[in-house]
C-alpha cells in the first residue's frame, strides 16, 4: 500500500489519539448507535477508518461480530491493545478504503468522526475517493441493511472560507475544494502539514449516498459526544450525521 498522508500523520498520533476531547463519550455514542441501528447480537457490523477502535471495541463488548479497517498500523496497533484489554475479539484490516473490498456481508456499517471519508491525499481526487469508499460498503451490505457516517459539516466550512482563500487559490467555489496549511499543536510535537478537504452541504452529501446505492433516512447535526434522534443541523456544527439503508 503505497504511502499516504494521513496513513503517516496518524501512524505518528496514534499513542496520544484518545487524548482528545471528542473521544471521551464513547460508551454513549455505541449505546445510542445499538439503539439506532436495531441489530440482534452477533449481528456483524463493519467500522470502517476505526482508528484506536474506540466504538469497534465497545460494539465487540455488546456481543457484535465487528470488522474494524484503517489505513494506519499505528492506529490498529492501539486498537489491538484495547480489544486485548476488554477482552473481546475483532478483526484488524490495514488497508486503505478506498482500496478495500470487504469479503462477505455484513449487517451494517458505520465511518464515524472522519475516519476514512474525507481524509483525502493531496495525490487523489477527493470527490473519487469518497465515492469509491461508500461504493465498498455498499456492495457488502444486503438491501435494507444501515449504515452511519458522520462527516465534516460543510456549512461551518464554507462560512469560515473567504473571498482571498478563493483568489489565493485555496478554495474552489466550483469544486468545493479546499487546500490547507494547517500547523497541528500534538501532543507528540508541532506538525504543519498541508491536505485538501472537500466540502459538502446536506443535499450534494445526500445524492452522493444515493449515486453509491444508499437511500438517506436522516440527516442530524452529528457532532462526537452530542448524537442524537433528531438533532438539527447546526451551521456551525463541526459534523453532520447520515442515517442511510442500502438500496432495495
Not at 466540502?199 to 437511500?215: M, N, T
Request: contains cysteine; proline residues 4%; aromatic residues 8%.
Amino acid at each position: 500500500m503505497p504511502r499516504h498522508q494521513w496513513q503517516e500523520f496518524f501512524d505518528r498520533h496514534a499513542p496520544h489519539y484518545r487524548e482528545n476531547v471528542f473521544t471521551r463519550n464513547t460508551e454513549s455514542e455505541v449505546a445510542f448507535l445499538v439503539e439506532l441501528l436495531g441489530l440482534p447480537a452477533r449481528s456483524r457490523v463493519l467500522d470502517v477508518g476505526c482508528g484506536t477502535g474506540r466504538h469497534a471495541v465497545e460494539l465487540a463488548r455488546r456481543g457484535y461480530r465487528v470488522t474494524g479497517v484503517d489505513i494506519s498500523a499505528g492506529m490498529l496497533a492501539e486498537a489491538e491493545q484495547a480489544a486485548a484489554a476488554a477482552g473481546v475479539s475483532v478483526e484488524w484490516v490495514h488497508a486503505d478504503a478506498v482500496e478495500y473490498e470487504p469479503v462477505g456481508l455484513f449487517d451494517a456499517a458505520v465511518c464515524l468522526c472522519e475516519g476514512a471519508f474525507g481524509l483525502v491525499d493531496l495525490r487523489e481526487d477527493p470527490l473519487q475517493h469518497d465515492l469509491a469508499i461508500l461504493r465498498h460498503i455498499a456492495a457488502v451490505l444486503p438491501a435494507g441493511a444501515p449504515f452511519v457516517l458522520t462527516t465534516l459539516n460543510g456549512y461551518r466550512k464554507i462560512r469560515e472560507v473567504t473571498q482571498e482563500d478563493v483568489t489565493g487559490g485555496r478554495f474552489d467555489p466550483v469544486t468545493m475544494a479546499h487546500q490547507l496549511t494547517e500547523e497541528f499543536d500534538l501532543p507528540e510535537g508541532k506538525r504543519s502539514m498541508a491536505y485538501q478537504e472537500r466540502l459538502y452541504i446536506v443535499p450534494e452529501l445526500v445524492k452522493l449516498l444515493e449515486s453509491a446505492g444508499f437511500a438517506v433516512e436522516h440527516v442530524w447535526g452529528g457532532t462526537a459526544g452530542h448524537w442524537g434522534r433528531r438533532r438539527p443541523v447546526d451551521l456551525d456544527g463541526i459534523e453532520v450525521m447520515v442515517v442511510a439503508r442500502k438500496a432495495l
